[in-house]
């Protein structure tokens, strides 16, 4: 895919700031789970919504639906609907469910069952390539649902028929009971995706300039892009902590992580 926009860090530094902060805001007044693998995909959707995503001639796949507070987030702040709905996550009958639901604006499927969107993408992918040629899939998923034999088959389809799909892993090493390489090793990683004939890169998944540049790109061939990501970045009291996959804030937390996220954000916007 290739930018329209130029690169301006505040632009997708004003997105971060947001969305992680009302990723922070649900989970501390819902109680809710899976914050740390919210936070730690935040600069990318940031960055792709900013600056790539064009509703004609792109999808995005989110398949860590488990991590729904960060598409719901960022699909407020880029006005697929008012920023007020997200009050209802997880209500009884709200459409934001716990797990991404394609009643959201701008969802394209409900996930969750990990391992299911690569393959559903790679079909969509599939059939725009002679439908719609200038139509570009993105595939987000969780490194730990590499796990799942079904994405190592979508990859090997989508690299037979040169799909212009563009696969993102969020890599923050830590999954649901374990660091990744303990649980299941996925390294060598970026080899085994260039084994299939894949273009791959791996990158700072926090760099927003880094991140644009990878994305930034004119080939319609397959790529994967791997992101060097923190799980529950940047919240300095959760950081890398495998327990935030799990435990929402507390009352205390919460303000100490807000203050954190606008630390951490301001720095660019300001510039």
Known sequence: MKSKKKFLHSNSASAALEICSNIIKMCSKKKAAHMG????????????????HEELNS??????????????STLAYFNFFDSKELE?????????????????????????????????????????????PNHNSCIILSDGELNEGSNWEAILFIAH???PCTIVIDYNKLQ???????????????QKFEAFNIDCLQI????????????????????VIILDTQKAHPLKYAVNKLESHYYPPTAEQLIDGLKNINEHYERYICK
Not at 59 to 72: M, R, V
Not at 91 to 116: A, K, M, Q, R
Not at 211 to 223: D, F, G, K, Q, V
Request: net charge neutral.
């Open 37 to 52: 693998g919210a936070l730690s995909i935040a600069d990318f959707l940031s960055v792709y919504y900013s600056f790539f």
């Open 59 to 72: 999808s995005l796949f989110y398949s860590k639906g488990h991590a729904c507070t960060a598409i719901y």
């Open 88 to 132: 209802t996550y997880s209500d009884n009958g709200s459409i934001f469910t716990s797990h991404v639901s394609h009643l959201v604006p701008g969802v394209e499927i409900s996930t969750g069952s990990l391992g299911h969107a690569l393959s559903v993408a790679s079909g969509v992918a599939f059939a725009k390539k002679t439908s719609q």
């Open 161 to 163: 028929h040169k799909l």
């Open 176 to 190: 649901s009971f374990g660091r990744v390489d303990e649980v299941l090793q996925l390294e060598p990683l970026k």
């Open 204 to 223: 700072n998944g926090h760099d927003h300039e880094a991140i644009y540049n990878a994305l930034n790109n004119s080939s319609s061939n397959p790529r």
